[in-house]
């Protein structure tokens, strides 16, 4: 039987959130070593981490449309003292937006889905595991991009603030 928790702290070892249709449990989380089930949703735990990490979600998202110009699908620097970068796969307000944890990526490649024949992206994380999730490998590129971008701009930033 499984253990479902009525809150989750995102930290360093977080790898991805996913939403769950499920009557006990709306997130799936996945760590380096475990899978928890958890009774908020994948933005109410992202939303929780941002004010833990020292500011709102959404002014981390401004911040990161001001420094990148992005406006949709918008990464999410979580905690950047921490090194803490997430990025939706789809926008955060649809019900099936995974959040994906930008460190922990090795690698991404196309893929097929056999059932569906739709393209997918399969993720290799840095410890080995495997994800397929429903984006695209275009998608999750672009995302990685987006997310590498942010991570640039907040150090330019720092180091322009501090020098």
């Known amino acids: 039987m499984k253990e479902i928790f009525n809150d989750y702290a995102i930290t360093e070892h977080t790898m991805i959130l996913s939403p769950a249709a499920h009557v006990d449990y709306q997130t799936i989380v996945l760590e380096h070593n475990r899978k928890l089930f958890v009774k908020k949703t994948p933005i109410q735990l992202i939303k929780k981490?941002?004010?833990?990490?020292?500011?709102?979600?959404?002014?981390?998202?401004?911040?990161?449309?001001?420094?990148?110009?992005?406006?949709?699908?918008?990464?999410?620097?979580?905690?950047?003292?921490?090194?803490?970068?997430?990025?939706?796969?789809?926008?955060?307000?649809?019900?099936?937006?995974?959040?994906?944890?930008?460190?922990?990526?090795?690698?991404?490649?196309?893929?097929?889905?056999?059932?569906?024949?739709?393209?997918?992206?399969?993720?290799?994380?840095?410890?080995?595991?495997?994800l397929t999730t429903e984006s695209s490998y275009y998608t999750i590129e672009k995302q990685m991009y987006r997310t590498a971008m942010c991570m640039l701009r907040l150090s330019i930033h720092s180091y322009n603030v501090y020098a």
């Open 49 to 130: 981490a941002c004010l833990e990490g020292g500011s709102s979600y959404d002014g981390r998202r401004s911040a990161m449309i001001y420094l990148t110009s992005c406006r949709r699908k918008v990464p999410i620097p979580i905690d950047p003292n921490k090194d803490i970068f997430a990025f939706p796969t789809h926008s955060p307000s649809q019900y099936s937006c995974e959040w994906i944890f930008y460190n922990h990526i090795r690698l991404i490649r196309s893929s097929i889905n056999s059932m569906s024949n739709n393209p997918v992206c399969m993720i290799t994380f840095k410890n080995g595991q495997q």
